[in-house]
């Protein structure tokens, strides 16, 4: 059965899932992300079968999110180094860690997300950059290059008054 592709949609949540929403692409990202580079790091950590783990690698190379590098060319042998794609990927793994933690765990959290120079566990929340304030309540519009089909969606959202759609503000509004 040949799933359906995202990449030619308009939500931008879409396209990240056809780069990274098939499961072993996030762990494979996960393991990049602290070090592992080499194939048989990857196969040994995950527990991956070799052709499940070559196509995965060849799609995050393609998706800009691992660089494939020779590290031996007798016998060939390359490995995979996360990318300035991958390492901004990084806030979304480590909120999916919390959010895995605080409801999945009933026995307890098996890795915990912690500051690398105090050694302090975080709690990760999600801040406005401008700003720097946290987001408590967030709502979706559509942006400045949505076509017709996605304003109308965000705009019915609104009128119904549910929470992940709303009015821009007056200063973002683009006509």
């Given at each position: 059965m040949?799933?359906k592709s995202f990449?030619?949609?308009?939500?931008p949540i879409a396209?990240?899932?056809e780069?990274?929403g098939?499961?072993?692409?996030?762990?494979i990202l996960?393991?990049?992300?602290?070090g592992?580079?080499r194939?048989?790091a990857f196969q040994?950590?995950?527990?991956i079968?070799?052709n499940?783990?070559a196509r995965r690698?060849g799609?995050l190379?393609?998706a800009?999110?691992l660089?494939?590098?020779r590290?031996?060319e007798r016998p060939?042998?390359?490995?995979?180094?996360?990318?300035?794609?991958a390492?901004?990927f990084?806030?979304?793994?480590v909120?999916?860690?919390?959010?895995?933690?605080?409801?999945f765990a009933?026995?307890?959290?098996?890795?915990?997300?912690?500051?690398?120079?105090?050694g302090?566990?975080?709690d990760?929340?999600l801040v406005?950059?401008a700003?720097?304030?946290?987001?408590k309540e967030?709502?979706f519009?559509?942006?400045?290059a949505?076509g017709?089909?996605v304003?109308?969606?965000?705009?019915a959202?609104?009128?119904k008054?549910?929470?992940?759609?709303?009015?821009?503000?007056?200063?973002?509004?683009?006509?």
């Open positions: 040949q799933r990449g030619g949609m308009e939500c396209r990240s899932l780069r990274v098939e499961w072993w692409s996030m762990l996960r393991d990049a992300l602290l592992v580079t194939f048989e040994d950590g995950l527990g079968a070799p499940m783990l690698l799609a190379v393609e800009g999110l660089e494939r590098r590290y031996s060939p042998r390359d490995e995979y180094v996360a990318t300035a794609r390492r901004d990084a806030p979304v793994l909120a999916l860690l919390a959010w895995g933690n605080r409801h009933p026995e307890g959290a098996s890795v915990l997300a912690v500051d690398a120079e105090t302090a566990v975080v990760p929340v406005d950059r700003t720097g304030r946290p987001i967030l709502a519009v559509a942006g400045p949505a017709r089909p304003r109308r969606k965000y705009a959202a609104a009128r008054g549910r929470k992940g759609a709303a009015s821009a503000p007056e200063s973002s509004r683009h006509s």
